[in-house]
């Protein structure tokens, strides 16, 4: 999977990785990708655990990477 694509699928395992200290979440969803990372990353959710780790390190959005791993069938 490369490009753009990516990001316009739905029944997605991704994976995000900070840049700072290499923790990293796997996750997957039924959702667009796009919706999906606005959830994590949006203030509304303060549950998510990527929110948690930027709220309580020294990361930033740009900290932050990003992929789509595979699509689920």
């Known amino acids: 999977?490369?490009?753009h694509s990516q990001f316009?699928?739905?029944?997605l395992i991704y994976k995000?990785?900070?840049a700072?200290?290499?923790a990293c979440y796997i996750g997957k969803t039924g959702r667009h990708f796009?919706?999906?990372?606005?959830?994590?990353?949006g203030s509304s959710n303060k549950?998510?655990?990527i929110f948690?780790?930027?709220q309580s390190?020294?990361?930033t959005l740009s900290s932050i990477l990003l992929c789509g791993l595979f699509r689920n069938p």
Do not use: A, W
């Open 57 to 59: 390190s020294d990361g």
């Open 16 to 18: 995000f990785t900070c």
């Open 52 to 54: 948690k780790h930027l």
């Open 34 to 41: 796009p919706t999906r990372v606005r959830e994590h990353l």
């Open 20 to 22: 700072c200290c290499n």
């Open 1 to 3: 999977m490369s490009g």
């Open 8 to 11: 316009l699928l739905i029944r």
């Open 47 to 49: 549950s998510s655990h």
